[in-house]
């Protein structure tokens, strides 16, 4: 017999097993979760944030003020004003009738000016933000805000947005540029400026519910947006409208073709005082048709539209165009030959043909001039006496002289769309020979004025300033752009030597058109054919005053299709006159020589130019050395002239302004004589000329007397002599 307990049996092995199994699995699947929700937690944390965030709340951007563009003396060019963006949240809408969605739609579009269709496609989008339109102004915003208000509207909002406006309009069009739709710099100063101009954008923040819709009565919050920085030119306002009327003028007289130009720089600095190209454009209306277009059937917005602007208005030919300088650049090359010692103003030389590997070179007026001095050679603008000068120097020492006056590089100005010069790749004899009289090779406007610059201060050739300084809100300079000096080029003795003869260009030879009383002017005229024959480029390049340069003045004109289309009848004028009304406008005193007070004293008789046209009246009067202005409303070069002042008949000094009527006054006009008591002659010629009358000049000194006392009434236009003593005289 047995005898013993119960037993029971333990866990199997394959129990066991299972056992372990589970725990492992659920130990890995707690280590699985940890992890997981350490990586949400952690490495994706921000990120479902933000996407939380997002969920719950909507951005609407907030346009910063764009910065000011400012001349010189703070004279605001370019503005951004408070307008408005209106937008919609389509998801506000999606319960809406389909009706009542184009009733909103219609009447948004009648207000915005838009296409319903236009507007109805993106109030019926998925989405949550649409913008309807931008830059809207302030008095439509107040008629939306009104209308959604009696409505009851929900969905349409309205945020804050700028504009850009251009107060002077085509002033210094090119030089300033415009921005697109989106307040983006697209051209000039604004798209080269536009990290300092654009600013940082602001938000509106406001909370929506899981559908996107915004909640209604919760706070909206506002991060302000970071207004731009103002940019501050060295253009002159007033200089830049001297130069662009005077080019306006001249392109109607000399019935120029293909526009024109006109640079004043500050040779002390490189200053650009102004850069006009002509033709130009509104800045507030950058898209208009341009010259030769049909307003009616044009679209500045078509690919087409766009190319088409930007080959004509929009291109600053001052920066983007090269051309032969023609004989302005004998200037250049006179520097060179000063400068090493090829050459003296009293260098013998003649106009003699001179063959150069087959090819003759002549004066541009054959057996005139004869055995002369090299002075007399520039005088007379005569091509063998440069050619020799060039052989002085060699190729090698010609071809450096070029490069140290910056011809070969892009003078880095601040403006888009720099040209780069045009050369032979290898230079010959003949190239050589030709380019010593501005020939055979092309340089843009930029590049010319800047080494003209050089000879003017010195031999210091200047980078070209056109941005002066950035200035915050408050008026505190931010950044200051400094004056930098590219490189010597020439000695102090060579650039007085050469200014002394482009002097007597002005007062003795090809640029006598250019010469302006009390004022020393040194320049050279240029006539150069372009690549289509029978079309020429007229040119000047001036400095002024001769003995003390304050500025550089360079003018072109691209085909003038007038009585002439040389350099010294054309640009000469344009140049003097731009050079007078800008040395007066800068103070800059007049200093009268005997050649100038004779010339103020030298007569004409007025002419009888009644019954003319204004065309044959400018140039009859111009013939006679006598100036104009025109009064009326029209002022077209067919408008018949009914009467003048001073009569016919009259006699007045040289230059005086002869008022032209094309319309028959009631009365005549009258005006008071001011009063001219111890006045310098400038100053007295500057009293009558701002009062419309005209000035006849005895002696020099202070004004001592005049011929109608201060205070009288006369016509317009008449003159009134003046009687001048020295004070200081004993």
Known sequence: MYFGGNSVAGPSVTMKKRLIFLMLSFSVLIFALIVRVGWIQIVKGEWYQKMAYEQQNRDREITPRRGTIYDRNMNPLAISATVERIVVNPQDFEKLEESRKEEIAEKL??????????????????????????????????????????????????????????????????????????????SGIEAVMEKYLKGIPGKILSETDVSGRYVSFSEEKRINP???????????????????????????????????????????????LAMVSKPDFDLNNPRSAPPGENPETWNGYSAEGVEKLSRTVWRNKCVMDTYEPGSTFKAITTAAGLEEGVVTPDTMTSDHTINISGHNINCWKPNAHGVETFREAVYNSCNPAFVKVAQGLGIEKFYKYL???GFFDKTGISLPGEATSIFQPKFTEIDMAVASFGQRFQI?????????????????????????ELVDADGNVVEKFEPEVVRNVISQKTSETLRDILEGVVSEGTGRNAYVKGYRVAGKTGTSETLKKGVYIASFAGIAPA?????????????PTGDSYYGGVVAAPVAGKIIEDTLNYLGVERRYNEKDLEMMAEEVV????????????KKILKEKGLEWKIEGDNKANDAIVKQQTPRAGAKIAKNSVVITYTYTPETEKMVKVPDLSMKTVDEATRALNDAGLNIKVNGLGNAMAQSVEAGAEVTVGSVIEVEFRYLDTH
């Open 547 to 559: 003995d003390n340069p304050a500025i550089c003045v360079l003018v072109a004109f691209d085909n």
């Open 226 to 272: 970071q207004d731009g920085l103002n940019v501050v030119l060295t253009i002159d306002e007033n200089i830049q409208y001297i130069a662009s009327n005077a080019l306006d003028k001249a392109i109607s007289d000399n019935k120029v073709l293909n526009g024109a130009i006109a640079i004043v720089m500050d040779p002390r600095n490189g200053d650009i």
């Open 444 to 468: 843009s406007p930029i590049q010319l004025i800047s080494a003209y610059s050089a000879i003017a201060n010195g031999g210091k050739l200047m980078k070209p300033r056109i941005v002066k």
């Open 403 to 405: 490069r140290a006056f």
């Open 109 to 186: 579009a009648q207000i915005l000016e838009l296409k319903k269709e236009d507007v109805l496609k993106k109030i019926k989008r998925d989405s949550c933000y649409e913008i309807i339109k931008k830059q809207v102004e302030k008095e439509v915003g107040n008629e939306i805000r009104k209308w959604i208000k009696e409505e009851g509207i929900i969905g349409i909002y309205i945020d804050e947005d700028t504009k850009r406006y251009y107060p002077q309009n085509n002033l210094a069009a090119h030089v300033i540029g415009f921005t697109g739709a989106d307040n983006q710099g697209l």
């Open 606 to 617: 007025v002419p009888d130019i009644r019954d003319m046209t204004v065309e044959e009246a």
